[in-house]
T-cell receptor, first 110, second 112 residues
């Protein structure tokens, strides 16, 4: 148990559908990151929250992607109008001083 | 533009040997250099990290060597074990930024 839970672990969807992923860090995790990882690549930064404030967002992030962290607890990452290129593992990382990754949510877009 | 270049892409080492993975970076604003270990189906896990004010950091069998002038850093795994077989990623973060930039990874196989 890494202390960071992600749900669902695997999502299969058709192109054009919207999907939402959830990340639950433990309560002391004021810092929260979302990354995307494709096969054979390192994680790619998407966005960063400190408590409920979204402080940084990748310039590479399409406007189809949006993330929220209401009340500075759990976070959601929504992808609208999914494309086949969105197929990847979506990783959440949370922590205060030491950061921990969750196991990820794998998205397959058909 | 890839800001952190990692090599080799894959590495096979015999049990008890030394595994060496190298990374080079371009952005001189980077000031934090972690290494991560990732097993299949799991998220990456932080192994060890270094800041540029030191040239070497050791934790157990894992050592980071850092060469600021060459803009290179490397991970050494001493006495490599089959349980070390995983994908290793180097990364870098710049001062004033929250973005970690990862290398493409090295798949390490330690054979008995």
């Amino acid at each position: 148990d890494t202390g960071v839970s992600q749900d669902p672990r695997h999502k299969i969807t058709k192109r054009g559908q919207n999907v939402t992923f959830r990340c639950d860090p433990i309560s002391e995790h004021n810092r929260l990151y979302w990354y995307r990882q494709t096969l054979g690549q390192g994680p790619e930064f998407l966005t960063y929250f400190q408590n409920e404030a979204q402080l940084e967002k990748s310039r590479l992030l399409s406007d189809r992607f949006s993330a929220e962290r209401p009340k500075g607890s759990f976070s959601t990452l929504e992808i609208q109008r999914t494309e086949q290129g969105d197929s990847a593992m979506y990783l959440c990382e949370g922590g205060a001083n030491v950061l921990t990754f969750g196991a990820g949510s794998r998205l397959t877009v058909l | 533009q890839q800001q952190v270049k990692q090599s080799p892409q894959s590495l096979i080492v015999q049990k008890g040997g030394i595994s060496i993975i190298n990374c080079a970076y371009e952005n001189t604003a980077f000031d934090y250099f972690p290494w991560y270990q990732q097993f299949p189906g799991k998220g990456p896990a932080l192994l060890i990290a270094i800041r540029p004010d030191v040239s070497e950091k050791k934790e157990g069998r894992f050592t980071i060597s850092f060469n600021k002038s060459a803009k290179q850093f490397s991970l050494h795994i001493m006495d490599s074990q089959p349980g070390d077989s995983a994908t290793y990623f180097c990364a870098a973060e710049g001062a004033g930024s929250y973005q970690l930039t990862f290398g493409k990874g090295t798949k390490l196989s330690v054979i008995p």
